[in-house]
């Protein structure tokens, strides 16, 4: 029996839509109660507290076994690149998650070992002073730069106008940076907020992708993978090794 070369499988499963290997949404469990009203006091209070980067640091502790301690993530998408992510984002989306109005199971535990709004203040405080690590997962099929014409294209048409010319988003609207995260945790986000299985999102945001097919998802994906992570990148190995 024939055999796929083993490259070739690896890039086939790394590179499947990001919906193909999810669980039947109906077999999950019915998620516990959802509370905006707690998830939202403790975003404002932990705004109000500033942050501290260097005290996020050790806070950061519980975040970076998966997420990395540089804030990487991972290039397959299953777990985004945060270095470098506005602070005001952040702090939204744990407070979210910690009060489950955004479903994460696999965070939830962990964000939950954050002691309150300081903790989350700081942790988000020192993601976003992170140096941007080189690279991260883009979408490499044959198609790409067809995908990503038209993903800037969608995106200038759709998504300039809060998510900012080259993808940074703001900081001061708690819109998120979106350029150079990896292709396939963008395609599984928006994919969850077309379908409404994440619920977090700006309701104007929502009712813009929600007519997009999955075709122009991996399109739009594409395109802002392919762009470059606003901030300041980290040294290269060998010029750190020189100090």
Same mark, same amino acid.
């Given at each position: 029996?024939?055999?796929?070369?083993?490259?070739?499988?690896?890039?086939? +499963?790394?590179?499947?839509?990001?919906?193909?290997?999810?669980? $039947?949404?109906?077999?999950?469990?019915?998620?516990?109660?959802?509370? &905006?009203?707690?998830?939202?006091? /403790?975003?404002?209070?932990?705004?109000?507290?500033?942050?501290?980067? $260097?005290?996020?640091?050790?806070?950061?502790?519980?975040?970076?076994?998966?997420?990395?301690?540089?804030?990487?993530?991972?290039?397959?998408?299953?777990? &985004?690149?945060?270095?470098?992510?506005?602070?005001?984002?952040? +702090?939204?989306?744990?407070?979210?998650?910690?009060?489950?109005?955004?479903?994460?199971?696999?965070?939830?535990?962990?964000?939950?070992?954050?002691?309150?709004?300081?903790?989350? $203040?700081?942790?988000?405080?020192?993601? /976003?002073?992170?140096?941007? &690590?080189?690279?991260?997962?883009?979408?490499?099929?044959?198609?790409?730069?067809?995908?990503?014409?038209?993903?800037?294209?969608?995106?200038?048409?759709?998504?300039?106008?809060?998510?900012?010319?080259?993808?940074?988003?703001?900081?001061?609207?708690?819109?998120?940076?979106?350029?150079?995260?990896?292709?396939?945790?963008?395609?599984?986000?928006?994919?969850? +907020?077309?379908?409404?299985?994440?619920?977090?999102?700006?309701?104007?945001?929502?009712?813009? +992708?929600?007519?997009?097919?999955?075709?122009?998802?991996?399109?739009?994906?594409?395109?802002? $993978?392919?762009?470059?992570?606003?901030?300041?990148?980290?040294?290269?190995?060998?010029?750190?090794?020189?100090?």
């Amino acid at each position: 029996m024939l055999k796929m070369p083993y490259l070739l499988c690896v890039a086939l +499963i790394a590179l499947a839509p990001a919906w193909a290997a999810e669980p $039947a949404r109906s077999s999950l469990p019915p998620p516990p109660e959802k509370s &905006p009203s707690q998830a939202e006091a /403790e975003r404002a209070l932990a705004l109000a507290e500033g942050g501290d980067a $260097a005290a996020g640091k050790a806070a950061y502790e519980v975040c970076s076994a998966c997420h990395l301690p540089s804030g990487f993530g991972r290039r397959d998408g299953g777990y &985004p690149k945060l270095a470098g992510q506005h602070a005001t984002v952040l +702090i939204k989306q744990i407070a979210d998650i910690r009060a489950h109005v955004r479903e994460n199971g696999g965070m939830h535990s962990f964000a939950m070992e954050l002691r309150g709004p300081r903790d989350i $203040a700081d942790v988000a405080a020192h993601i /976003e002073s992170l140096c941007i &690590p080189p690279g991260n997962g883009r979408y490499v099929m044959p198609d790409a730069d067809t995908r990503i014409a038209e993903g800037g294209r969608i995106f200038d048409r759709d998504c300039v106008d809060c998510h900012q010319p080259r993808g940074q988003g703001s900081k001061e609207k708690s819109y998120p940076m979106l350029a150079g995260q990896h292709y396939r945790y963008l395609l599984r986000q928006m994919a969850d +907020i077309r379908d409404g299985y994440r619920q977090n999102v700006d309701p104007d945001m929502v009712k813009t +992708i929600k007519k997009h097919k999955n075709g122009e998802l991996q399109s739009l994906a594409a395109y802002l $993978a392919a762009l470059d992570t606003p901030g300041t990148p980290c040294e290269p190995v060998q010029a750190q090794a020189r100090k």
